[in-house]
């Protein structure tokens, strides 16, 4: 009778993936730094919003739509202020806002690199291997088991960022996803391209600025959502912008 039960669980478990849109082929681990996603399809977009808090004005941008991404991997942190100056040392990364210049609030080694344009954190991930994660990329490793929805209740405002990896991980192993820092994207911002099925979308051949993700120290929760987009000029260098790398396969 027990072994039924379990049976049963498991496939009423599978029966919500798929209505979710979330393909049974996941994430897992491949070194101790990355979380890699197999090949699949994923829903991209805000349902949420509109469902749960009524605000079309938050989710104008985000509408739900069908993608299949080649296999990639991602950083489970963020990239902290000790890494970035690593880059730095060699020569290859561009200085970030001076040390003795910024607020300490954001100097320590294991807070995330802030004060970095868009070319700044795209430098940084191809000397590191990479490159940033386009917008689609984001979300699939965002989403855990929130698909377009809120995360999970953390608490970022409090005046400054936090260690990464301060708080829990969402359900694919990464850290700091919502809040803590918004992180650059590869793509131009623009409007979600109108086909059902869109295969490895890499955003508008051309525009004014970049996207960002996930939220920030500063974020109220209607922010925090893994579907929330937000535009900044890809050559300024904010206070509450960061960096995660991508790696695809060839």
């Not at 210049?101 to 700044?120: E, L």
């Not at 059902?196 to 051309?206: A, F, H, Q």
């Not at 120290?217 to 260098?237: C, F, I, Q, T």
């Not at 904010?238 to 991508?246: E, H, K, L, Q, T």
């Amino acid at each position: 009778m027990i072994e039924r039960h379990k049976v049963g669980l498991c496939r009423t478990i599978v029966i919500l993936l798929v209505l979710l849109g979330v393909d049974r082929v996941g994430a897992e681990s491949d070194d101790v730094s990355k979380i890699t996603f197999k090949e699949g399809q994923f829903n991209m977009g805000g349902f949420y919003c509109k469902e749960e808090q009524q605000n079309s004005d938050w989710c104008a941008d985000e509408n739900l739509h069908r993608v299949r991404l080649k296999s990639f991997s991602i950083d489970k942190y963020e990239v902290t202020n000790a890494e970035y100056l690593e880059c730095f040392a060699e020569g290859v990364c561009a200085p970030n806002e001076l040390h003795e210049t910024r607020s300490k609030d954001f100097n320590g080694k294991n807070q995330p690199v802030v004060f970095v344009s868009w070319k700044d954190a795209q430098i940084f991930c191809k000397w590191r291997g990479g490159n940033l994660p386009t917008e689609s990329q984001w979300e699939r490793a965002a989403q855990g088991d929130h698909p377009g929805g809120a995360h999970f209740q953390q608490i970022y405002n409090s005046g400054s960022t936090k260690n990464v990896g301060s708080l829990r991980s969402n359900s694919n192993g990464l850290y700091d996803m919502m809040g803590n820092v918004y992180e650059w994207t590869r793509d131009w911002y623009g409007p979600y391209p109108s086909e059902e099925v869109i295969s490895n979308p890499k955003g508008p051949s051309e525009g004014k600025e970049k996207v960002v993700r996930g939220g920030a120290w500063h974020s109220p929760s209607h922010y925090l959502r893994v579907a929330d987009r937000v535009a900044k000029n890809p050559e300024y260098k904010y206070s509450d912008v960061g960096i995660r790398c991508s790696y695809s396969f060839k």
